[in-house]
């Protein structure tokens, strides 16, 4: 009868069943080194009984097919980059042809080259060319193939590379969010693969000792990017039109006003959700802008300010700023869990109020002494009281007063519609 080689039914590296001669093919693929022809298990020459079991056996039997790997890299619908797996391909396979396969697989999964991590930072796909970067980190301290011929040098100057890009994106979110989106989510994908490296290695008790590279703290070169778009956005003050009758002062609180709003309003419905929630980003962003608008409302404060500009800048401090911005449909609810506080210190808008009213009483006193002067010198000429829609007036101070005051309301009344 025939010599059979007994067929590998358990996937493309089976075990050989039956006999006892029969040795692990798995273990023959640790090494290499050795031809696919040599790793072959040789079987002694199986019985009559068992031939004619096996043929029984093979009659409603379809061999497995075998895999073949497809690669597919792309930004899931969580955030997290993922790869396709395997398809099934269909068709009868010899065994020493499973065996090509298997170990033509085996040698695709190593370490990725610099170059390749480079490609793929060239081609803007960040979030992968992270997790590269990370698996090659590893394999300096592993002693892989890749390891071995890259240094610790190389992988801290990609990490240059990959930190200036990841963040010249994030510092640009507000404008991106809108105009490339796809290109933030892979800054931000980067960044939440590195925040997750980092959380995993502060997990382990104690930390690797031979990975003195983390924590690299992106989190926190976040935070200090996002710091430095708000204040670059708050200080341009060239973004907002020019309103007429408006001073430097009064223009530039109209500029930090519309601008923090619109911000916020951008980060609520496009960029917080492109986030994990621990990142907190409607906070973080809208912190970074109160704080701004606070330092620059209180430097104005302390300044020497004209009257205008005086009652323009309380009337931000307790109009505008927590009713006409802050209680926007939009940003309401978000606002209301931040609990940002009033633009100036409770004492310093106190002081400042007290310097107006006192500017705005001597102002007052000094029309009315005025309009006195002006009816005493004309009841000692004899003159007729003045005449208003043909009667004499005999409370033409007190009409004299409410003008003054509505004109001082008019000339300093500015409300901020543009916002």
Known sequence: MMKMLPFFQNGPIGICNGSEGCIDANRQLE?????????????PEPSGDEIWSRDQEKMGERPEGAYRASRASSIASNGSCTSAGDSPEKGKKGIKEIFTN???????????????????LEEQKLCEATQHLIVLQKSLSSKSEEGLNTSQQDVESIYEVLNYKVFSILKDSILLAKTNPELLQQAVEALKEQEKEDQNYMSENPPDPNMP????????????????????????????????NLSAVGQNLLHMGKTMKEDLIVVVKYIKQLYPPEFNVFSIYAEFYHNYFASQTKKNAESHLEDKDVYLLLSWVHNFYPKDMRKDHVLAEELEKVKLGSLLPSSLSKELEKKYLD???ATIKNLLSRCLDKEIQRWKEEEEPEKFNGHFQSEL????????IQMCIRNKQFHPAHI
Do not use: H, Y
Not at 31 to 43: E, G, W
Not at 397 to 404: A, M, P, S, T
């Open 213 to 244: 590279f983390r924590p690299r703290k992106w989190k926190e070169l976040w935070m200090a990017t996002v710091k430095e778009s708000v204040e670059t956005r708050m200080k341009d003050t060239s973004r907002t039109p020019r309103t007429e």
């Open 31 to 43: 090494n290499p080194s050795t031809s696919v022809a040599k790793q072959i298990p040789a079987c």
């Open 359 to 361: 500017r705005e009483e």
């Open 102 to 120: 298997a170990f033509k697989k085996i040698k695709k999964i190593k370490t990725p080259s610099v170059k390749k991590i480079m490609d793929l």
């Open 397 to 404: 101070l007190g009409i004299f007063v409410i003008q003054v």
